[in-house]
């Protein structure tokens, strides 16, 4: 089992900066950053593989967003730069431990979730 907790959200103007954390317990494979706005469905930002880091970013947060994992601290992170009003929306962390049919772009691909942190950019 796998739970999830994240932390670091809130309020910002744009062009703010926000540094979303997530407490993993388990053992992953990969954990993603999704988020979800109103009447909106849920996508995927950004993915981690545990083993190697290697990592893919939606293009609408390329170049702002940077995912990471510290094993140490057993945490995964979502640095979140140059905010903008777009980037409101609950974001939530995911996890899964397949290495076939797991991890990929879409919520059903995570079979673990945590509960969400709100970010709330204002024009």
């Known amino acids: 089992q796998v739970q999830l907790v994240e932390s670091g959200g809130g309020s910002v103007q744009a062009g703010g900066s926000l540094r979303l954390s997530c407490v993993v317990s388990?053992?992953?494979?990969?954990m993603a950053w999704f988020r979800q706005a109103p009447g909106k469905e849920r996508e995927r930002v950004a993915r981690?593989?545990?083993?190697?880091?290697?990592?893919v970013y939606a293009d609408s947060v390329k170049g702002r967003f940077t995912i990471s994992q510290d094993n140490a601290k057993n945490t995964l992170n979502l640095q979140v730069d140059n905010l903008k009003p777009e980037d409101t929306a609950m974001y939530y962390c995911?996890?899964?431990?397949?290495?076939?049919?797991?991890?990929?772009?879409?919520?059903?691909?995570?079979?673990?979730w945590g509960q969400g942190t709100q970010v709330t950019v204002s024009s």
């Open positions: 995911a996890a899964d431990r397949r290495a076939s049919g797991g991890c990929l772009s879409y919520p059903s691909s995570f079979a673990y």
């Open positions: 388990g053992y992953t494979y990969c």
């Open positions: 981690i593989y545990s083993g190697s880091r290697s990592t």
